[in-house]
């Protein structure tokens, strides 16, 4: 079967690629799928949490990864349903925000860490720090969306590697291999992020590695921040 088919010519870097109507549709079901699933495990999370510092860094991991499955799936959706539609200027507004809420999905992802994780003298500055990234990087969407694709791309790289840096002030590495694993799968997905037009069903592909990025990093913080062994770690020391 031909699948060139199934996707669109590839666009000049000032211009937006714009999926087929099967690309839509599995961008949206790629990421649809872990919506519920993302709820679940905040909740779990959550009743799993000891003190105020665990239930705030839980609902906020949670809040990061459930808005970024949700968001992407309705623009998706949105896309799909209204493309014929005159509300450009809405379709325009999901993108955005699909884009924005990449930062703090990034930023959401390591709270737990900075915040029931011991960090070196001056790396717990990071706990504030990531959530100042995400800020400059949503303001930046807001101004540039588009406009420079290729800076856009290095900002979510700085944004998901400088942070990763503390773990090596913290004295206990425990969960340090799933957090190497998970970053990899982002870091595989994001050629598939810019294979739009070269690859068929390029995004939806880098949607289903961020779903396997995901899915490691909530079980090395289930595992080694949340569950009872990790607790009672944490209450030793």
């Known amino acids: 079967m ?7 010519n590839r666009v000049p870097s000032n211009k937006r690629y714009q999926p087929t109507d099967y690309e839509h549709a599995a961008n949206c079901a790629t990421h649809a799928l872990w919506v519920i699933p993302s709820l679940l495990g905040s909740s779990v999370l959550h009743f799993l949490s000891e003190d105020q510092w ?10 990061g990864l459930t808005s970024l499955f949700l968001i992407s799936t309705s623009h998706s959706f949105h896309t799909v349903t209204w493309k014929k539609s005159h509300l450009r200027s809405v379709e325009h507004c999901f993108h955005m925000c699909d884009r924005m809420v990449i930062y703090f999905f990034i930023a959401a992802s390591y709270a737990p860490w900075l915040n029931l994780r011991e960090l070196g ?3 717990c500055h990071m706990r504030w720090l990531v959530w100042v990234m995400a800020s400059v990087g949503t303001t930046y969407v807001f101004f540039f969306h588009e406009r420079y694709k290729l800076m856009e791309l290095i900002c979510y790289t700085v944004m998901g590697v400088f942070p990763a840096l503390v773990i ?8 340090l ?3 190497l694993v998970g970053g990899a799968c982002y870091c595989l997905g994001m050629v598939f992020f810019k294979s739009d037009g070269l690859v068929p069903f390029a995004h939806a592909i880098w949607h289903l590695f961020v779903a396997m990025g995901a899915g490691v990093h909530y079980y090395a913080i289930y595992r080694y921040l949340y569950t009872p062994a990790a607790n009672q770690m944490k209450t030793s020391r």
Not at 2 to 8: A, G, H
Not at 168 to 174: F, T, V, Y
Request: hydrophobic residues 40%; negative net charge; glycine residues 6%.
């Open 2 to 8: 031909n699948l060139v088919r199934f996707m669109n």
């Open 54 to 63: 665990e239930r705030v860094s839980a609902w906020l991991y949670g809040a």
């Open 121 to 123: 003298p001056w790396t």
């Open 168 to 175: 090596l002030s913290m004295p206990d590495r425990e969960g």
């Open 177 to 179: 291999c799933e957090l």
